[in-house]
Structure formats: structure tokens, C-alpha cells
């Protein structure tokens, strides 16, 4: 499948939305140290730029990350419905180039499972899976560099929580690609059974067969049942298990961040000293 010139121009412009949208949104604890350091010292001063400043930093940082999802949310879904129209139309003239021997012996029932079953999944694929993969990744990359420009130490803390999630990533891949794949054979043969027995109907009905025709089917979609019950118990399995990670490192950088506040090598919004502004006095704005 061939992708235009307007295709390549849209992805370029979805990357460059979902990347500055994400930024955005990581950017807020760099924002609420900048009111700590210089906005709060500033409004105590008396001076009334401490409380605007940073709060129309942060209107523009969430209208500019609202907007940018808007345009990648809308980018995304047409160029996945561009694609995944293209590619129909692709399977059904393929299907229809091919000879008469190979249809005699490639059952109607698994073309039909092909053109709907496994599109079905490259739709939701592209419609919910990819758009989550993405931001969360951006999301988490971005929030990462801000904690590390922000306080390289508790970036260790970070680097250590992304050992088990590697682990975990690997483990959900591996078993992940092998239920899915279950799913997907399970869902043909399901399909694949109730079409010939639709378009067998006279023969099935004739020779009396309905009820092993039955006794197939049911044993088919348990199979089925089965295998994605499967599949959604390793996302079962992830889901929390980051959850409980992410916890975790959040408490972690919060005791650490704490006891180092009590001692005072830590101020309540700390902020790297190469970076402006260190303090309330050495701002450009006084």
C-alpha cells in the first residue's frame, strides 16, 4: 500500500502536534517550580506580576496541549480511516485477481474472516492502541527530562523504577503476541464454520446436521472465549503491576525529596541553578 504525498504531509504534522502536546503537559511541574521559586517570593514583595505570570504560563501550557490533542486526535482517526480503506479495497481486488484454484481450496468463510475480523483488528489497533502508545510514551519521556533538568538525583530514582518496567514490557510482548495470534486463528475458524454452514444450508439441512453443525460451533466460540480471556488476563496482569511501580516511585521520590527538604539540601520548588530563575532577586522581571 502507497502512501501520497498529503499522507506523508499529515504524519509529519500529527508527530510534530502529539510531540509539542505532550511537552506541554510535562511541563507543569517546571511551572509550578517556577511560581514556587520566583512567583510566590515576588507576590509577598507586593507585587501582583508573582500571581499573573505564572498562572498565564500554565493557561497557555493546558489551552496549547488541549489544543494540539484536538488536532492530533482528529489527524490520527483520518489517516487511519484512510488507510484502513485503502486497504479493503485492496484485499477485495486481490481476492478478486485470484484464480478459481485457489478459491476452491481457500474457503469463502476465510476470505470473509480476512476483510472483517482481522480489519476489525487493525482498526482498533490504529483508532485506540496506537494513540495511546504514543502519548503515554511521549508523555513519559518528557516527564522524565523535566525531572532530571529539574533535580538530577531524583532522575535516579527514575532510571531505577524503568528496570522493572523493561522487564515488564518484555514479558507482556513475548506472551502478548502469542494469545493475540490465538485470538485471531480461533476467530477465523469461528468464522470460517458459520459461513460454509450458512451457504451449505440445504446440504447441512438435508443430511440432518444441525446439531453436530451446533456441537462444532459451540466448541469453536468457547475456543475463542477462552483464548481472549486469555489475552485480556495479561493486560490483567500489566496494568497494575505498572500501576504499582509508578506508586511506588512516586513515594519514593517523595520521601527522598522530604527527608532532603528537612535537612536543607531541598527547597519546596527547586529548580537547576544553571537555569533562570534561581531566585526571586536575579529575575529579569524586578
Not at 509550578?32 to 501582583?48: K, Q, S, Y
Not at 484512510?82 to 476465510?110: I, K, N
Not at 469461528?190 to 438435508?206: K, L, N, P, W, Y
Request: a positive charge; charged letters at 15%.
Amino acid at each position: 500500500m502507497r502512501v501520497s504525498e498529503g499522507q506523508r504531509l499529515r504524519l509529519l504534522l500529527t508527530a510534530i502536534a502529539v510531540v509539542v502536546s505532550q511537552a506541554a503537559q510535562a511541563s507543569t511541574p517546571m511551572i509550578v517550580a517556577f511560581a514556587l521559586n520566583w512567583g510566590i517570593p515576588t507576590m509577598l514583595d507586593g507585587d501582583v506580576r508573582g500571581v499573573f505570570v505564572p498562572a498565564a504560563v500554565y493557561m497557555t501550557a493546558a489551552v496549547t496541549a488541549a489544543l494540539l490533542l484536538f488536532c492530533y486526535t482528529r489527524m490520527t482517526a483520518t489517516a487511519a480511516q484512510a488507510m484502513l480503506f485503502r486497504l479493503r479495497d485492496d484485499v477485495f481486488e486481490q481476492t478478486q485477481r485470484l484464480s478459481l484454484d485457489f478459491h476452491e481450496t481457500y474457503t469463502s468463510g476465510r476470505v470473509i474472516s480476512r476483510q472483517t475480523s482481522d480489519l476489525e483488528s487493525l482498526r482498533e489497533l490504529l483508532d485506540g492502541g496506537v494513540n495511546a502508545l504514543v502519548q503515554g510514551g511521549m508523555f513519559m519521556l518528557f516527564t522524565a527530562v523535566s525531572i532530571v533538568v529539574m533535580d538530577p538525583r531524583s532522575g535516579l530514582v527514575l532510571a531505577v523504577a524503568c528496570v522493572p518496567v523493561f522487564f515488564l514490557a518484555r514479558w507482556y510482548q513475548k506472551r502478548s503476541e502469542v494469545a493475540y495470534r490465538r485470538t485471531r486463528i480461533s476467530s477465523a475458524r469461528m468464522i470460517v464454520h458459520f459461513v460454509e454452514s450458512m451457504t451449505g444450508i440445504r446440504a447441512v439441512q438435508a443430511f440432518r446436521r444441525e446439531h453436530s453443525r451446533n456441537r462444532q460451533y459451540r466448541q469453536l466460540t468457547g475456543e475463542y472465549r477462552n483464548d481472549q480471556v486469555r489475552a485480556i488476563s495479561l493486560f490483567g496482569v500489566l496494568q497494575p503491576s505498572l500501576l504499582l511501580v509508578g506508586n511506588l516511585t512516586v513515594t519514593a521520590v517523595l520521601l527522598w525529596g522530604g527527608f532532603r527538604a528537612l535537612e536543607g539540601d531541598l527547597s519546596a520548588g527547586t529548580w537547576p541553578g544553571w537555569c533562570w530563575p534561581p531566585s526571586a532577586s536575579s529575575s529579569p522581571w524586578t
